[in-house]
């Protein structure tokens, strides 16, 4: 418990240099040193010194010689952590990143829902059953739906039993938040409950391969929707955004 105010004070570190490494802010004056980063934010040199092992583990920092420590190159950013996406999808909206986003989605949830058909015991069921609940709930006024639907997709990762596609509930948790946000804005509306329906009773139903063109056809509708966005549309849900 005595070790808490420090974890905070760390993770608070944390996000504030992960943002400001992802806006761009210290491509032009360098990454600040420890002694400069304690004076900054008023922390502790431990406190310091742990912020930035967290971020190097996140690929976004590296320690060289003769150069100290040193924003690292987009492309060796770990995007699998969830921190990191966060910071790039809330750094401005991008139709790109977006699209490469639910491409991924679509190689993997469209399995995931043919893997919880086969092993999702009751509680698994249960779960989604809960989750589509909430979505038509939501529809009423009755709950959030952006909450309603990531639920959805995360019970069904979570039904599969498959403990790889479990532990990806909470980069799907992150992104989705963003990306079922800025997709909502380009289509004006939310998401289609009779095609959620679709994948939760295929799931029921057992029928692996239903489950799956189910959720390929609500993946595939999203990506659809981005690759025909224009650019007017991606300038207009950033300046929302601003």
Request: glycine share 6%; hydrophobic share 45%; aromatic share 4%.
């Amino acid at each position: 418990m005595r070790t808490q105010p420090g974890l905070s004070l760390t993770y608070g570190l944390v996000e504030s240099l992960g943002q400001a490494i992802v806006t761009g802010e210290y491509v032009q004056v360098g990454f600040p040193t420890e002694g400069e980063l304690s004076k900054q934010f008023g922390a502790s040199r431990t406190v310091t010194r742990e912020a930035v092992k967290m971020l190097t583990a996140k690929g976004l920092l590296s320690a060289r010689p003769r150069h100290g420590t040193v924003v690292e190159p987009e492309n060796e950013w770990n995007l699998l952590d969830p921190d990191v996406l966060r910071w790039m999808l809330e750094r401005k909206f991008s139709l790109r990143l977006l699209a490469e986003f639910t491409e991924m989605r679509l190689g993997i949830e469209p399995a995931a829902a043919a893997l919880a058909a086969r092993n999702a015991d009751e509680a698994g069921l249960a779960g989604i059953r809960k989750a589509l609940a909430r979505m038509k709930a939501a529809a009423g006024g009755e709950d959030d739906p952006l909450s309603a639907d990531i639920a959805f997709h995360v019970a069904i990762l979570n039904a599969t039993k498959n403990p790889f596609y479990r532990d990806l509930h909470e980069l799907v948790n992150t992104a989705l938040r963003i990306s079922i946000r800025f997709t909502n804005r380009i289509k004006g509306r939310t998401a289609s409950i009779p095609s959620h329906e679709d994948v939760a009773d295929a799931i029921i139903a057992r029928d692996a391969v239903a489950a799956q063109k189910a959720m390929q056809i609500i993946i595939v509708d999203v990506l659809e929707l981005i690759r025909a966005a224009s650019p007017d549309t991606e300038s207009e849900a950033a300046r929302r955004d601003a």
